[in-house]
């Protein structure tokens, strides 16, 4: 009778399962930045009650919030190349539709969902700074850029990093499903090894713990991020 649980195996899995480690970083960074200057302009967009586009900007927003990150993945894996293919077709071009990486497939999906949710806090975080500021930068003739940036947005987003860093967490978590586009980032890599000795549970374990470290290690430097934010945040309304 073999072993019930085999931490060994466990063990000699780790150094394999790591090895994707590198994708699911990139995958989660790259989304993360896109997404956040993404989630600015929507953010702005709606901040300024931007004709039009306001409209459009609460119908995304609503739909990524409203959908499941999986579907969003699909919908992009399998939309963008028929786009292309439109494209190809109207304009006569001859662009490799099947060249394109599905790496790009997933930061595209995962910055659009990244964007919607970190839009929203980027907007309330926006609004919790004081109108008269803004007002007090018009009176000394600052432009609006000049006011949003050495102003408001600097202590707005002194708000948002909580709310930021809990996205980002998030992100990190759903690129675990990416493999369902044959991308090999941690997860796919535990299923791999899992499969050849038949032992998941003990290979689930060792990707949870993964995803768990990383996930504090980012926890806490944003929390550092946040400490200096406020610091700034005082020198600005000192």
């Not at 090894?193 to 290979?203: K, N, Q």
């Not at 993964?210 to 996930?215: A, G, L, S």
């Amino acid at each position: 009778m073999g072993r019930i649980f085999d931490p060994v195996f466990m063990i000699q899995s780790v150094p394999e399962i790591l090895t994707a480690l590198p994708i699911t970083l990139l995958l989660a960074f790259v989304s993360a930045i896109i997404g956040l200057v993404l989630a600015l302009v929507i953010a702005l967009i709606r901040y300024f009650n931007v004709k039009v586009l306001t409209e459009i900007s609460k119908v995304y927003v609503s739909f990524i919030r409203g959908t499941p990150a999986l579907v969003q993945i699909m919908l992009v894996y399998f939309g963008i190349p028929l786009i292309l293919k439109a494209l190809n077709e109207y304009w006569g071009t001859n662009f490799n539709v099947n060249g394109v990486p599905r790496l790009v497939f997933a930061i595209i999906a995962l910055s659009l969902n990244a964007a919607a949710f970190m839009s929203e806090t980027i907007r309330s975080s926006l609004l919790a700074v004081d109108v008269g500021q803004l007002e007090a930068a018009y009176s000394v003739n600052m432009s609006v850029f000049q006011a949003l940036r050495r102003i408001v947005v600097p202590q707005a987003f002194s708000i948002a990093i909580p709310p930021l860093a809990n996205t980002l967490v998030s992100i990190i978590k759903e690129t675990s499903l990416v493999f369902t586009i044959s991308i090999i980032d941690l997860m796919a890599r535990a299923k791999i090894v899992g499969s050849r000795g038949y032992r998941f549970f003990e290979i689930y374990v060792v990707v949870s713990v993964i995803y768990w470290v990383i996930c504090t290690i980012i926890s806490r430097l944003l929390s550092k991020a946040e400490k200096g934010a406020r610091k700034h945040e005082r020198s600005i309304t000192a």
